[in-house]
C-alpha cells in the first residue's frame, strides 16, 4: 500500500513540474505580445513594399534588397511552375501512351472479332448453301415412259430416243419416270 501511495504522491509531483503556474504564463505573454505586435507590422510592411507601396522612404540597400527577393521569388515561382508544366506534361505523355496502346489493342480485338464474324459468315452461308442446294437445283427431267410392248425391240429404242428430243420440247409427257428406271428397261 506504502508503494501505491508514493507512486502517486511521484506522478502528482510531476504533473505539477510539467505545467507551469498561470502567472509564469501571463508573464512570459507579456514578453511575447510587443515583439509579435512588432513582427506584425514588419510583415505587413514588406507585403506593402513587395506589393509597390510604400517605397519612398526606403533607402538604395533596401531597395536592392527587395527587388533581389522579388527576383529570387519569381524565379521560384517560374521553376515550380515549369516543374508542374512537365509533371502535367509527363502525366499526359504517359496517358496518351497507354491510351495508345489500349486503341491499338481494341483494333486488334475488332479485327479478330471481324475475321470471326467473316468465318461464321462464311460456314452460315456455305450451311445453307448445301441445305438449300437441293432446293434450288430443278429435279432431273424425267423421261417419259416407253410403252410396254415397244421396250425390247432395239429399233424401237432408235425411235423413242429420236422422239423424245422431239417431243420433250413440243409437249410434255404425262407419264414421266426417272432416268435410272429407264436404264433398267432399257436394258432388258
Known amino acids: 500500500m506504502e508503494a501505491i501511495l508514493d507512486r502517486y504522491e511521484r506522478c502528482a509531483s510531476a504533473e505539477k513540474q510539467a505545467v507551469p503556474n498561470d502567472s509564469e504564463k501571463q508573464g512570459t505573454w507579456c514578453l511575447e505580445y510587443p515583439k509579435l505586435v512588432a513582427r506584425i507590422e514588419i510583415l505587413e510592411r514588406s507585403l506593402r513594399n513587395f506589393a509597390g ?36 506534361l509527363a502525366a499526359l505523355q504517359k496517358n496518351e501512351r497507354s491510351l495508345h496502346e489500349q486503341n491499338n489493342m481494341l483494333a486488334k480485338q475488332l479485327k479478330e ?68 428406271m429407264l436404264r433398267h428397261l432399257v436394258n432388258e
Open 53 to 88: 507601396k510604400d517605397l519612398g522612404p526606403m533607402s538604395l540597400r533596401e531597395l536592392q534588397h527587395l527587388e533581389q527577393q522579388i527576383d529570387t521569388a519569381l524565379k521560384r515561382v517560374r521553376s515550380r511552375k515549369n516543374q508542374l508544366y512537365h509533371e502535367s
Open 113 to 180: 472479332n471481324e475475321k470471326t464474324l467473316t468465318r461464321e459468315r462464311e460456314q452460315w452461308e456455305q450451311q445453307n448453301l448445301s441445305q438449300n442446294a437441293a432446293a434450288f437445283f430443278p429435279p432431273q427431267p424425267m423421261l417419259s415412259l416407253p410403252s410396254p410392248t415397244t421396250c425390247g425391240n432395239p429399233q424401237t429404242r432408235e425411235f423413242l430416243n429420236e422422239n423424245e428430243e422431239s417431243t420433250a420440247h413440243a409437249q410434255p409427257n404425262t407419264m414421266q419416270m426417272p432416268p435410272w
